[in-house]
């Protein structure tokens, strides 16, 4: 995937909104969105999702809104993301360590049975998780996989604050 081709010849919302699809395509998911917050603010909303049929749920909200003041407390992989610890791979959300991901709360607000819990970090704050995601079976995130998450968050991260600080109210 040429994030930087995709990137140069749209504009913003184009761009993160063919960039799910063809991230979601390539790693052969159901479905991938991207949060986006203020760190400052804690304003955040998911203005970008791409499922692969109607019958996934999309995660999507166009509004800025306050995160959870007990969101860090209830999902441990938003925790992560606030210290900006590496990118999580979930491989089954039924089976997966407690201390990494609270599965009531991934079935209750998600749905999804393996995911990836990507944190868009700069300046050592979080901006934003890109979280490509499967249902109704486990999944095995490859080393092409890992690395396919990785080269893209390093290529959006920036854009992602820059769409985040001009279009955020104040």
């Not at 991230?23 to 203005?47: A, I, M, N, Q, W």
């Not at 610890?85 to 009531?104: C, G, H």
Request: hydrophobic share 40%.
């Amino acid at each position: 995937m040429n994030v930087a081709q995709l990137q140069a010849s749209q504009d913003l919302d184009t761009f993160f909104f063919k960039l799910m699809a063809e991230l979601g395509e390539s790693l052969e998911c159901d479905r991938c969105f991207l949060y986006l917050r203020h760190p400052e603010t804690k304003l955040g909303k998911v203005p970008f999702c791409w499922v692969r049929s109607s019958e996934i749920p999309t995660v999507y909200d166009q509004h800025w809104k306050p995160e959870p003041e007990s969101l860090a407390s209830e999902d441990p992989m938003f925790a992560a993301a606030l210290r900006c610890a590496p990118s999580i791979f979930v491989e089954d959300v039924k089976t997966a360590d407690p201390q990494v991901l609270n599965s009531q709360f991934e079935q209750e607000n998600f749905g999804h049975r393996a995911l990836v819990h990507g944190h868009l970090c700069h300046e050592n704050q979080l901006w934003g998780v890109l979280q490509p995601c499967v249902f109704g079976r486990p999944r095995v995130w490859t080393e092409g996989d890992r690395a396919a998450i990785a080269e893209v968050i390093a290529q959006i991260t920036s854009t992602a604050v820059t769409f985040i600080q001009t279009s955020q109210p104040t």
